[in-house]
C-alpha cells in the first residue's frame, strides 16, 4: 500500500483536497485532527506540554488552544520543543491506522509534511498551493483569525516555493471545479501505476 503526503500552508486548501479524495473513496487521514485528539487523550502529551508551557495549557475542555497558539507561535523554540512532544506520538498512530487500511493508497494529510521531515515515510507527495493574499483571506473567513496572527503561523512554515522542490504533485487550488478534475486525475494516475 502506497502512503501519499498531502500538504500545503495554512489556508492553501489541502483539508478541502483530503475530502475530494475521500469522496472517490481513498481512506484519509487528517493528522491535525489527529494530533489534536492525542493533546487530549495522552496522559505523556499532557504532562510534557504542562510542564514546558504550564498550567494553563490545559482548561476544561482540554488542550487551551488560545493559550497555546499564543505562546509557541510566537517562539520558535517553544514550536519546535511542542513539535517534538506531539509529532512522534502523531506518526505511530498513523503507522497503526494504515496498517488497518485496506486500499492502493491512503492519503496523510499534514501542515508541516515536509517541515519535520514526515514527507521521508511518503512514497509520493502532493502539494496545494494557493497565493499567500488568498490564503490569508480564506482563513480570515473561515476562522476569524487577524491578519498577524495568520502570517505568525506562515512564518513557521517554509514557504511554497521551498516546498515545490521536494513535492512530486502540484495543485495549484484556485478555482474548486479545476481542483476536483486534477484530483480526479492524480488518484486515477496513482491507481494506474500501481
Ligand atoms: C497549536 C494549536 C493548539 C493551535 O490551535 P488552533 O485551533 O488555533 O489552530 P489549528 O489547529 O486549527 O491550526 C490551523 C493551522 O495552523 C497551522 N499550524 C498548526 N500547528 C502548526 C505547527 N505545529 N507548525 C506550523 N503550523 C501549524 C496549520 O496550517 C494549521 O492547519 C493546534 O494547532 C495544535 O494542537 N497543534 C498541535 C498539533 C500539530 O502540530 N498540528 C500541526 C501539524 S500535524
Ligand atoms: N479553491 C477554493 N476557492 C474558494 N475557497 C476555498 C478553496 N479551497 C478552499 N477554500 C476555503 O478556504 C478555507 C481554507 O481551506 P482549508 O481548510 O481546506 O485549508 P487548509 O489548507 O486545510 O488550511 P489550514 O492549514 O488552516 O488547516 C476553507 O474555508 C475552504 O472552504
Known amino acids: 500500500m502506497k ?8 489556508g492553501s486548501g489541502k483539508t478541502t483536497v ?3 479524495f475521500s469522496e472517490l473513496g481513498v481512506p ?44 509557541i507561535f510566537a517562539d520558535t523554540d ?15 498512530h498513523f503507522k497503526k491506522w494504515a496498517a488497518e487500511q485496506k486500499s492502493t493508497y491512503v492519503i496523510k494529510e499534514a501542515a ?12 509520493l507527495v502532493v502539494l496545494v498551493t494557493a497565493p499567500k493574499a488568498v490564503r490569508i483571506k480564506r482563513v480570515m473567513g473561515r476562522d476569524k483569525a487577524s491578519k498577524y496572527e495568520i502570517e505568525q ?6 514557504s511554497d516555493e521551498e516546498k515545490m522542490k521536494l513535492a512530486d504533485i502540484i495543485i495549484e487550488n484556485i478555482d474548486l ?11 486515477n494516475s496513482i491507481l494506474k501505476k500501481s
Open 3 to 10: 502512503i501519499v503526503g498531502l500538504t500545503g500552508g495554512i
Open 112 to 123: 508541516i509534511l515536509f517541515e519535520n521531515g514526515g514527507y521521508k515515510n511518503c512514497d
Open 28 to 71: 484519509v487521514y487528517i493528522a491535525d485532527v489527529e494530533a489534536k485528539k492525542l493533546t487530549n487523550t495522552s496522559k505523556v502529551i499532557r504532562r510534557k506540554l504542562i510542564e514546558l508551557l504550564g498550567e494553563n495549557a490545559y482548561n476544561k475542555e482540554g488542550l487551551n488552544r488560545t493559550y497555546v497558539a499564543d505562546k
Open 18 to 20: 483530503a475530502k475530494m
Open 177 to 187: 471545479e479545476a481542483t476536483k478534475k486534477n484530483v480526479a486525475e492524480i488518484h
Open 78 to 92: 517553544l514550536l519546535r520543543a511542542v513539535n517534538e512532544i506531539i509529532h512522534p506520538k502523531v506518526a505511530v
Open 153 to 158: 503561523r506562515m512564518d513557521n512554515q517554509w
